[in-house]
């Protein structure tokens, strides 16, 4: 279940913070809660600028919205041509894009700061600046990307706020009173590292939207939660102590055991990784799941759950309330964006509005 009201308040609250307000980062199919649902809630929050990752997802989200809304797409330009007829901007990470994309009303170039993943390299930034691709655009932004945001103490945040500042610094330059330009580097995180953080320009926000702790290391989430997974009862089985559950008889019981086997395996989003590692509820009770995670299923010991609790169709709750998406991260032995995405789109989302 996703609560739509949820990331449009998330959204209202970061767009909040920064000083230019907030983008909305809907890639990965809005981090596998729906990207057409997600966005249009954005959009009627007050969302109006846009990141995806592909040119396919930008053209889905551009039929989606339609136009009026700006839409990036952070992999970069492939085909100038389609860029064109859906009017996406191609975040340009190469001088050879930059190049390529001359002429167009809008132009984004990305610096890298020290990820060493995309993005100029800060010695190409001045020949990128003065390129008829940056100079002519009407509207331009400079980003960049944090890669340590979610570690408030590590030093390469302040290290990649400098050299961003740098870039802004030439940029500004190589403007010389000309058309003002949007600085973009803060991401989920960057949102809660500080007042000069918040001060650079406009954020660019994901994971929090989605209600997911964009400060792993705060007591109390600061963004609202916005999904819950159920998952139901499809079988239910009471095994005698020494026998062995699921493939590879990995889990052995221990006593007279009330077994149940619920709808939900690694191809919707369980990893395999996390058997034997996690609990859910039902009703009151929580109750383990034990033996290796299949397919299309998960077994779960339901011998402590009261008995009218253990039915068929009975729906336990995987994710949701204190039983958070980072416990089942941690349990999974990963991190919060892999679950998200790991969402498969066979499992049923249901949409709430409010």
């Known amino acids: 279940t996703i609560n739509l009201s949820a990331i449009a308040e998330n959204w209202q609250r970061l767009n909040s913070r920064s000083r230019l307000g907030s983008a909305a980062v809907v890639k990965a199919n809005a981090y596998g809660l729906g990207m057409a649902q997600c966005a249009q809630t954005l959009r009627a929050a007050g969302a109006t600028r846009f990141f995806v990752a592909t040119l396919d997802e930008g053209r889905a989200l551009r039929d989606t919205l339609g136009e009026g809304v700006w839409i990036g797409v952070l992999e970069g330009l492939s085909s100038v041509e389609a860029f064109d007829k859906h009017s996406l901007t191609p975040v340009l990470n190469t001088l050879e894009q930059v190049n390529a994309w001359a ?36 509207t331009a932004t400079l980003m960049s990307h944090l890669a340590s945001a979610e570690e408030p103490e590590n030093p390469s945040n302040r290290d990649q706020l400098a050299r961003f500042q740098a870039a802004l610094a030439t940029a500004t330059a190589a403007a010389a009173g000309a058309r003002p330009f949007t600085p973009c580097f803060i991401n989920s995180s960057g949102h809660f590292l500080g007042q000069e953080f918040l001060n650079v320009g406009l954020g660019r926000p994901g994971l929090a939207l989605y209600g997911a702790n964009p400060t792993p290391d705060a007591v109390k989430n600061p963004m609202k939660p916005a999904l819950s997974l159920h998952a139901p009862l499809i079988q239910l089985r009471t095994v005698e102590a020494g026998a062995p559950v699921g493939y590879g008889g990995t889990w052995t019981a221990q006593r007279t055991t009330h077994l149940g086997v619920i709808a939900l395996g690694y191809a919707d989003g369980w990893p395999r990784a996390a058997s034997d590692q996690l609990s859910v509820r039902l009703g009151e009770t929580l109750c383990p799941q034990v033996g290796r995670v299949s397919m299309d299923t998960a077994v779960l010991d339901l011998t402590d759950a009261p008995e009218q609790a ?31 995405t790991s969402l498969s789109r066979r499992a049923k989302r249901a949409y709430l509005s409010q």
């Open 103 to 138: 002429g167009r009303d809008s132009a984004t170039i990305h610096v890298d700061t020290g990820m060493n993943r995309l993005g100029l390299a800060p010695d190409e930034l001045p020949e990128a600046l003065n390129s008829p691709t940056w100079t002519q655009a009407q």
């Open 310 to 340: 253990r039915r068929i169709g009975g729906m336990v709750e995987v994710i949701g309330g204190d039983l958070t998406l980072e416990r089942f991260a941690a349990g999974s032995g990963t991190i919060t964006y892999e679950i998200l």
